[in-house]
């Protein structure tokens, strides 16, 4: 295992109320590392391609749609086991079965606004991050 990056996004639901600073309490309380942030708006073109792998199903456009609706804020964690442990840390994808304590259970309003996004691989991590930052704005 050792130190790895993985990628976050927290979501349109969660930067329109403010709770950004929350969220990164939460990751850093979690001995994750912010090592790279920026707060954007997503276009259509970005949100499409980054969910491209949900392209078939049922909620792509209403997921496209919502993620296009407001700021996220992008980001790059360092730390142990980092994909892993931000999944944990997340919680299950829809906040009902989420675990207590997660940021999904705490946070997330719906299946779709869920607040935040993780990577599920190492793979899918390098991919993500490279979709929206060069290496020199990664300062571990
Ligand atoms: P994640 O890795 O836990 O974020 O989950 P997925 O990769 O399976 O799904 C990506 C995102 O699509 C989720 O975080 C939700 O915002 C949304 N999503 C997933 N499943 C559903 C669903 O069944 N219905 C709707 N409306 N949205 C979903």
Request: charge should be negative; hydrophobic fraction near 40%; proline fraction near 4%.
């Amino acid at each position: 295992m050792g130190v790895e990056r993985t990628f976050s996004l927290i979501k349109p639901d969660a930067t329109k109320r403010g709770i950004t600073g929350l969220i990164n309490a939460d990751i850093e309380g979690a001995g994750l590392r912010i090592v790279a942030q920026k707060r954007i708006l997503m276009t259509r073109a970005q949100a499409e391609t980054f969910y491209a792998v949900h392209k078939e199903r049922p909620f792509y456009g209403s997921l496209v749609d919502y993620m296009t609706s407001g700021p996220v804020v992008a980001q790059v964690l360092e730390g142990e086991n980092a994909v892993l442990r931000y999944r944990e840390v997340m919680g299950a994808t829809n906040p009902e079965s989420a675990l207590e304590g997660t940021i999904r259970k705490k946070f997330a309003v719906s299946v779709t606004e869920n607040s935040v996004h993780g990577s599920d691989s190492p793979e899918n991590a390098a991919t993500e991050i490279r979709q929206f930052f060069s290496e020199n704005e990664i300062v571990g």
